[in-house]
């Protein structure tokens, strides 16, 4: 079993609707939980950032977790075709100190198009 | 400000040939990553080097030797190409080891 598995899609929705994303994972020692954002042919930029359990919201986005059900997800509300991109989901456990560690593992992302 | 950034930005080589792929940053952040990044395969982390003057393998290091010149600047080597990594390219670099990632626009390389 893969440590963190993520639906590849394609996931096609209409403008306006609500986009759910998620991943499951296998490491309990997970405790910092990422959402990147991959455009086609760029690199990825950090969308949400979240610690340990609960929700995160920023703007039309909501992150959660769920670290008993090892399931994390991401919620686009109002989704715009701008928001059509490749979705990565990122997390590590804690590094030596107890701040996060270096090592992320990435999902395999999950390509969404916003059609207008 | 211009981020970090990554030359070339497309390469094709043959198996055997040996080349450097050259990474910056201007955001005086202390650490600095290298990945790659394959269909199906996800990104996955090649070297990282978590201050200037430290360097450590990541999950996938095999044919690969990176430097980390000064606080900016941070090389990969690939002393002999093979057509398994033929790939996408990524550098990025964090604050620190829990701070964001930010990453450059990629390497396209093929090794035919």
């Not at chain 1, 096609?12 to 609707?17: C, L, W, Y």
């Not at chain 2, 198996?15 to 952040?29: E, K, R, V």
């Not at chain 2, 999950?59 to 010149?69: A, F, I, M, T």
């Amino acid at each position: 079993q893969k440590e963190v598995e993520q639906d590849p899609g394609p996931l096609s929705v209409p403008e306006g609707a609500i986009v759910s994303l998620n991943c499951t994972y296998s490491n309990s020692a997970f405790q910092y939980f990422m959402w990147y954002r991959q455009y086609s042919r760029k690199g990825p930029e950090l969308l949400m950032y979240t610690y340990s359990s609960g929700n995160k919201e920023d703007g039309r986005f909501t992150a959660q977790v769920d670290k008993s059900s090892k399931y994390i997800s991401l919620f686009i509300r109002d989704s715009q075709p701008s928001d059509s991109a490749t979705y990565l989901c990122a997390m590590s456990p804690p590094g030596d100190s107890g701040a996060g560690s270096y090592q992320l593992t990435f999902g395999k992302g999950t390509k969404l198009s916003v059609i207008p | 400000n211009a981020g970090v950034t990554q030359t070339p930005k497309f390469q094709v080589l043959k198996t055997g040939q040996s080349m450097t792929l050259q990474c910056a940053q201007d955001m005086n952040h202390n650490s600095m990553y290298w990945y790659r990044q394959d269909p199906g395969m996800g990104l996955r982390l090649i070297y990282y080097s978590a201050s200037e003057g430290t360097t450590d393998k990541g999950e996938v290091p095999n044919g690969y030797n990176v430097s980390r010149l000064n606080k900016r600047e941070f090389s990969l080597r690939l002393e002999s190409a093979a057509p398994s990594q033929t790939s996408v390219y990524f550098c990025a670099s964090s604050v620190a080891r829990d701070g964001e990632q930010f990453f450059g626009p990629g390497t396209r390389l093929t090794v035919l």
